[in-house]
Structure formats: structure tokens, C-alpha cells
């Protein structure tokens, strides 16, 4: 039990981090024609899969949220769920307060979770 738990954390942490490294590149210039405007309502700071590696780093711990195998066990007895990840997540000022509203975000963080749930 313990061994899958460490062989899928690592798993998890190093997927993690191929997703920093290529959300660390530098963008490229785009004409001003080709820029697409986003409305305000969809804009946050942190996408979905951020926001629950984020909670599972134990970086919203101020906030109620526990980290690691902690934040696995509230998530399989319901006590952490989507709404409340995201509620801390603006709580921390890392996510807009217009997401708690916005389902499609709630969603992804949702389905972020389960994945995170199947480790």
C-alpha cells in the first residue's frame, strides 16, 4: 500500500512539474489582429490542474486545506471538495473570486481532483 502510494506520488510530482516546464516558456508576439479577447469572467490565475497540485503541495494549508496523503484521505470522505478547493484557492488570492460561479472551472478542478483521487 505504501509502496503504490509513493510510486504514485512520484508519478503525480513529476508529471507536475513537465506541466511547469512548459507552462514556463516564453510566449511569443502575436499582431494585434491575432489577439483574441477574453472576457473577465473567464480569467484566473490558476488553471484547474494548478490549483489542485498547488493543494496538494500543501500550499493552501493556511486556508483549511491539507496537503499530500491527507488531501487524498479528505477528498475520499467528501470533506474537500471542488467548491471548497476553489473557495480557498481565492481565499489564498490565487484564484479569481468570479470562479466559485463559473462551471466550467468547477468542473475542471473537479475532475483534477478524481485524477488526483486515483493516485
Not at 490565487?94 to 485524477?115: C, F, H, T
Request: charged fraction near 15%; charge should be positive.
Amino acid at each position: 500500500m505504501m509502496k503504490r502510494l509513493l510510486v504514485s506520488s512520484l508519478s503525480f510530482l513529476l508529471l507536475c512539474s513537465v506541466a511547469s516546464s512548459a507552462h514556463a516558456q516564453t510566449p511569443t508576439a502575436t499582431a494585434p489582429s491575432q489577439q483574441t479577447t477574453v472576457s473577465a469572467n473567464s480569467i484566473h490565475s490558476f488553471t484547474p490542474f494548478q490549483l489542485v497540485h498547488f493543494a496538494y503541495r500543501g500550499s493552501l494549508g493556511q486556508q483549511g486545506v491539507p496537503g499530500y496523503s491527507l488531501l487524498l484521505s479528505e477528498l475520499r470522505f467528501g470533506r474537500t471538495t471542488a467548491e471548497s478547493l476553489v473557495k480557498a484557492g481565492i481565499t489564498a488570492g490565487r484564484v479569481s473570486p468570479d470562479a466559485i460561479s463559473d462551471r466550467e472551472y468547477l468542473n475542471g478542478v473537479a475532475s483534477q481532483l478524481k485524477l488526483l483521487d486515483t493516485l
